[in-house]
């Protein structure tokens, strides 16, 4: 690149930048407000929270990209257009290709960051999400303890905490496990859930046991501490089910039968395929709709609104259609070819809108006398 295509792309790109991150700091901020209730209702730690937000970044990646791409493009070539420093690269000679070459190399490197995301960052964020879905959704100690409630767990098992710290410390915990044949209670003044050789296990400390069989004996025992083996009651038939949006490229074109049962048909993981791959031409739509809105007419001191208008209408449309034809394409395997064929088509309008030929407009007054004069 020259100078001044340098000077573009970095007064293109910083604009650029800083929309991107504003929205991917709006689309943290929802997802972590989202997932408060991993806290409230789960009993997990901020980590636990922070994670799963972390993990939902490539996602929103794939999604804030292009539009970042775009409203960052206008802001910069508004500016750069208004103080007519495109008209003075113009006029030093440099033609139009030259002039937008920097916004287009700037968009391909959006749309490859959009097609690693969507190939690597996103599945594997996915698939840790799911995971750690799964782990909360069968965590014992979310399933048993809830403070200030009596919690009935399976097989007679039945938990009271009064209070729980924030690192997991319960406090004044009551148990009691009824098995048809004896009845028998725990109590404690702390107790910790954890793991004892893989093993799930509550240690209590500084309490009691009871237990009442069924030949009307009581048993007593009083303990500093004491590890009650919770094994019997972590037995889950659950499985992790993904969803074609967890899985990488290779299972989506190439489903195993086990995957074909859990995560969806084979139309819709070869439609979650192609919208991986073309989503990222979004980037180039964005990109040339932008150019076209400013750059694809005459120059106007009063602003470019009404263009603007009509390039953000137009992507907006365009992205709505995409979005429909990933779903479309689940059950139509024809359609796949479309998801190409729409931001290609819309490229090549703002292209064409770009580098018309810009006509002088004549009055009315004008077109009739010249009109009247060929007849005299």
Not at 84 to 95: K, L, N, R
Not at 109 to 119: E, G, I, P, R
């Amino acid at each position: 690149m020259t100078l001044i295509q340098r000077y573009l792309f970095r007064q293109i790109s910083l604009p650029v930048v800083a929309a991107c991150a504003a929205l991917a700091g709006i689309g943290i901020l929802s997802q972590s407000l989202d997932q408060l209730e991993v806290i409230v209702e789960r009993g997990q730690s901020v980590w636990v929270m922070v994670k799963l937000t972390l993990l939902a970044l490539p996602q929103l990646l794939s999604v804030i990209l292009p539009i970042g791409l775009f409203v960052g493009a206008l802001i910069a070539l508004t500016r750069l257009q208004r103080e007519q420093e495109m008209t003075a690269a113009f006029a030093g000679g440099m033609t139009r290709w030259q002039v937008i070459s920097p916004a287009a190399r700037l968009a391909v490197l959006v749309a490859l960051v959009t097609l690693f995301v969507n190939l690597f960052m996103l599945p594997w964020a996915q698939h840790e999400a799911r995971r750690q879905a799964f782990a909360i959704r069968t965590d014992l100690a979310a399933l048993l303890v809830e403070e200030g409630q009596f919690v009935q767990g399976p097989d007679g098992l039945t938990v009271y905490v009064q209070q729980i710290e924030q690192n997991g410390l319960l406090k004044n915990l009551f148990v009691y496990l009824d098995d048809g044949k004896k009845v028998t209670t725990w109590n404690a003044s702390e107790a910790r859930f954890g793991r004892a050789g893989g093993v799930p296990v509550l240690t209590l400390t500084d309490g009691s046991w009871q237990q009442y069989s069924s030949n009307g004996v009581l048993n007593y025992l009083s303990f500093d501490n004491y590890t009650l083996d919770l094994t019997p009651f972590a037995g889950t038939t659950e499985v992790i089910r993904y969803k074609p949006s967890d899985l990488y490229l290779r299972q989506l074109l190439n489903p195993s039968p086990k995957l074909l049962e859990t995560a969806g048909s084979r139309g819709e993981l070869l439609a979650e395929a192609h919208s991986r791959l073309s989503s990222p031409l979004y980037a180039l739509v964005a990109m040339a709709l932008a150019l076209a809105a400013i750059l694809g007419g005459a120059f106007s001191r009063t602003g470019y609104s009404l263009r603007i208008a009509k390039a953000a209408g137009l992507f907006l449309l365009v992205r709505v259609i995409g979005y429909g034809l990933v779903a479309a394409s689940a059950w139509n395997a024809w359609m796949n070819i479309l998801q190409y064929v729409v931001p290609i088509l819309a490229i090549a309008v703002a292209m064409r809108v770009l580098f018309r030929a810009l006509k002088p407009r004549r009055s009315r007054r004008r077109r009739a006398g010249a009109l009247k004069a060929r007849t005299a």
